[in-house]
């Protein structure tokens, strides 16, 4: 895990290439000596973190009057120790960066952000929209709208948003959260003019993903649609999982050029879907090695796209008044809106929804891990359905996440990046390529935004309470829930996350390709 730690020179490239040329010469990794090198990383490169300032966002305050409505004593307290986290993950860009770009592995970021944690310290694509939620619940508007223009400028510069802010995540993206975050924060400010700033590069964003190998045409019973689905653009290991990627090609018993290939671009490409690593992507449902991302065409990114076709058409006919462009996106959303099914048990666990059924794998994207964006994202499902029995639904999971959540905090002082959502007191999650992280930018943004949105009746109740029972009953919520669909009229997030498949279809495409149906029925 050399990026990690590796990440900015001290000397000129050129010297550190020729020192490390003097050094180790054609000397195998495996047969270098461990001092030596340990020695070369501190003379060439500085430790983590160097290249970023800590920073109070802007417009800080003690006591925001959203969190300060929360009426439940505890939780309003918890809001408030978490609202102070944000100075902790507040970070910007020593200007040292600007003067030597090439000597970092950090793209430059003219605007303060909030980091995800621990090992994170750059910002992350999808992270920042649960963060901006979470920094709108603290009435910090401007630091949310900094997240987002420095993503514009990453859109201008490369034409999309990068997995992360590091040279090394420039050959993917993640899921497309760009749109719904300028929208989150026009629709917390009604500022017309941020929405007009942006609109050029929302549009070039969504372009980014109908190129690059993400739009798909398939038939099925002789309907065409046209689809989308992650891909990476490299085939090469992941520069910072270089290791682990080599390992995985390796005790896949790959050696041909070709296969190596073929593997390391469905292991950049499941980084792309923010789901690194998670059995969804698996042939076989179990094992790393078997992994084929792109023959999937995901329900969730086919579902944010919808999302984010919903959200231009709606914003150029309200702010920017262009009838002709808010129609253009109101035909292209029909064109792909599809009902969206979801059928499960993973309502049943008292912590919250597990990410996904399959257990016993070790992947940090499986059971029993259930992650503070996803069951934000299908509490807002739900809770912006019609139905009542779905808004219940979403009021009860909401209470799970939140207790499970505050109590862990409570034992560990801590906020999680994920959380083993079995048992009566969650615990922090774990399996994956990295342990368990703090901080956590996006957990704090959901549960900040769940105090917020249900601050006149959430209560922190007590250990052993009844948090697990819906207000309808598991068997006729699952019912209830297959009948829910993304029909909204006005941008909503879609109830997507439920539906992953367990027992996914295929179809053959009229190239001959086999896909993973993970999609719309
Ligand atoms: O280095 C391993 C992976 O780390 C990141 O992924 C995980 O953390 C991100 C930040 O919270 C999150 O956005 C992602 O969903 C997590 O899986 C990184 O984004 C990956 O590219 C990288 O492979």
């Keep these: 895990?050399?990026?990690?730690?590796?990440?900015?020179?001290?000397?000129?490239?050129?010297?550190?290439?020729?020192?490390?040329?003097?050094?180790?010469?054609?000397?195998?990794?495996?047969?270098?000596?461990?001092?030596?090198?340990?020695?070369?990383?501190?003379?060439?490169?500085?430790?983590?973190?160097?290249?970023?300032?800590?920073?109070?966002?802007?417009?800080?305050?003690?006591?925001?009057?959203?969190?300060?409505?929360?009426v439940d004593p505890e939780l309003r307290e918890w809001a408030l120790q978490l609202n102070a986290i944000w100075k902790k993950l507040c970070k910007e860009m020593d200007?040292?960066?600007?003067?030597?770009?090439?000597?970092?592995?950090?793209?430059?970021?003219?605007?303060?952000?909030?980091?995800?944690?621990?090992?994170?310290?750059?910002?992350?694509?999808?992270?920042?929209?649960?963060?901006?939620?979470?920094?709108?619940?603290?009435?910090?508007?401007?630091?949310?709208?900094?997240?987002?223009?420095?993503?514009?400028?990453f859109i201008e510069k490369y034409g999309f948003v990068p997995n992360g802010g590091r040279v090394y995540y420039l050959q993917r993206s993640q899921p497309p959260m760009f749109i719904p975050s300028v929208y989150e924060i026009f629709d917390a400010t009604q500022n017309a003019s941020f929405v007009e700033e942006m609109m050029p590069f929302m549009v070039k964003e969504f372009e980014y993903w109908h190129n690059s190998g993400h739009q798909y045409n398939i038939t099925?019973?002789?309907?065409?649609?046209?689809?989308?689905?992650?891909?990476?653009?490299?085939?090469?290991?992941?520069?910072e999982s270089y290791k682990e990627d080599v390992a995985t090609a390796a005790s896949a018993n790959f050696t041909d050029k070709v296969s190596k290939q073929r593997i390391w671009r469905d292991l950049a490409t499941a980084a792309e879907t923010g789901q690194d690593f998670s059995t969804r992507w698996f042939?076989?449902?179990?094992?790393?090695?078997?992994?084929?991302?792109?023959?999937?065409?995901?329900?969730d990114l086919n579902s944010f796209l919808c999302w984010n076709m919903d959200i231009l058409s709606y914003l150029y006919d309200e702010v920017i008044r262009d009838d002709d462009e808010s129609e253009k996106y109101r035909n292209i959303l029909a064109k792909h809106r599809r009902a969206v099914h979801a059928r499960s048990h993973a309502f049943d666990y008292p912590g919250?929804?597990?990410?996904?059924?399959?257990?016993?794998?070790?992947?940090?994207?499986?059971?029993?891990?259930?992650?503070?964006?996803?069951?934000?994202?299908?509490?807002?499902?739900?809770?912006?359905?019609?139905?009542?029995?779905?808004?219940?639904?979403?009021?009860?999971?909401?209470?799970?996440?939140?207790?499970g959540n505050y109590r862990v905090y409570k034992a560990t002082k801590h906020m999680w990046e994920k959380y083993d959502v079995v048992g009566t007191i969650p615990v922090p999650g774990k399996g994956g390529e990295y342990e368990v992280q703090d901080g956590f930018g996006w957990t704090n943004g959901a549960i900040l935004d769940l105090l917020v949105t249900y601050a006149d009746r959430i209560t922190a109740g007590n250990v052993g309470d009844d948090t697990t029972t819906p207000a309808t009953s598991t068997k006729t919520f699952s019912q209830s829930m297959t009948n829910i669909t993304t029909q909204t009229t006005s941008p909503s997030v879609a109830s997507t996350v439920t539906s992953s498949k367990s027992t996914p279809s295929t179809t053959t495409t009229n190239d001959g390709k086999t896909f993973s149906l993970n999609f719309c029925e």
């Design 220 to 239: 099925i019973n002789n309907n065409n649609y046209t689809v989308y689905r992650y891909r990476a653009q490299s085939n090469t290991p992941r520069p």
């Design 95 to 153: 200007q040292k960066v600007s003067i030597n770009p090439e000597k970092y592995s950090l793209l430059p970021l003219k605007h303060k952000f909030i980091a995800p944690g621990g090992r994170f310290r750059e910002p992350y694509y999808w992270d920042a929209y649960w963060i901006i939620k979470g920094l709108i619940a603290s009435e910090l508007y401007e630091a949310a709208m900094q997240m987002v223009y420095n993503f514009a400028n």
């Design 283 to 299: 042939a076989d449902k179990k094992t790393l090695e078997t992994i084929e991302t792109t023959n999937v065409l995901p329900v």
């Design 352 to 403: 919250g929804v597990p990410h996904s059924m399959v257990r016993d794998v070790d992947q940090q994207w499986d059971f029993p891990n259930g992650w503070g964006h996803i069951n934000h994202m299908i509490i807002e499902g739900l809770r912006k359905s019609e139905a009542p029995a779905a808004q219940d639904a979403a009021f009860s999971l909401a209470t799970k996440w939140v207790r």
């Design 1 to 70: 895990m050399i990026f990690q730690c590796v990440i900015h020179q001290i000397q000129r490239i050129d010297d550190t290439i020729a020192n490390f040329e003097n050094a180790f010469g054609d000397t195998p990794p495996e047969k270098m000596s461990e001092e030596k090198f340990k020695d070369f990383l501190n003379h060439h490169f500085l430790s983590p973190g160097h290249e970023l300032l800590n920073c109070t966002p802007d417009g800080w305050q003690d006591n925001p009057e959203k969190l300060m409505s929360i």
